[in-house]
C-alpha cells in the first residue's frame, strides 16, 4: 500500500521519499514514517490498515460504531511521530485505512487534498476547471 500511495504521489507531481523497509521478516522499531513528501509544505504520511472486528478495537466499540480501528491508529500514529514532525516543522498524516474499506478522516484529507492536485494538471489549472467547483489548487500538505 505504501509504494501504491507513493507512485500516486509522484504521479501527481509531488517529491516523495519513501522509508526503506526490510522485508525480511525481522521485527524493526520504525523510527520514522514510511512517506516524507516535499512539495510546498513538506509533510510525513504514515500508512496503518487494520481489521476492526479484532478483539482490541471491539473492546473499543467498533462492533458499534464505524471508524473505531482507524481512530485508534491515527491517535497511535500521532504519538508515535508527531514528536518527529514538530522538530522538523512539518504536519504528520496517519493514512489510517480499515480492512473492510473504511478510511479515517486524515486520509480523507489527504487524499481529497491531493486529487485536487491532480484534477489541477488533468484539466490544465485554475483557467480551464470549468464546471469542475469542487476542486481545490491548494497544497498537498497544507493546514486549510
Known amino acids: 500500500m505504501v509504494k501504491t500511495i507513493q507512485n500516486l504521489l509522484d504521479t501527481a507531481g509531488l517529491l516523495v521519499s519513501r522509508e526503506e523497509r526490510p ?13 516524507k513528501i516535499q512539495s510546498g509544505e513538506r509533510c510525513y504520511a504514515d500508512v496503518v490498515i487494520s481489521t476492526p472486528t479484532c478483539k482490541s478495537y471491539i473492546t ?50 489527504f487524499f481529497t487534498t491531493v486529487s485536487g492536485i491532480l484534477a489541477e494538471q ?19 500538505c497544507s493546514d486549510g
Do not use: M
Open 23 to 35: 522485508i525480511d521478516g525481522k521485527w524493526q522499531d520504525r523510527k520514522r514514517p514510511d512517506l
Open 60 to 109: 473499543k466499540g467498533s462492533n458499534s460504531k464505524g471508524l473505531v480501528a482507524a481512530a485508534v491508529n491515527e491517535l497511535r500514529k500521532h504519538l508515535k511521530y508527531d514528536d518527529l514532525a514538530k522538530r522538523e516543522g512539518i504536519k504528520l498524516y496517519p493514512l489510517a485505512f480499515e480492512s473492510y474499506g473504511a478510511w479515517g478522516g486524515e486520509a480523507v484529507r
Open 122 to 140: 488533468a484539466f490544465g489549472g485554475t483557467q480551464s476547471r470549468g464546471n469542475y467547483g469542487a476542486v481545490q489548487t491548494i497544497d498537498c
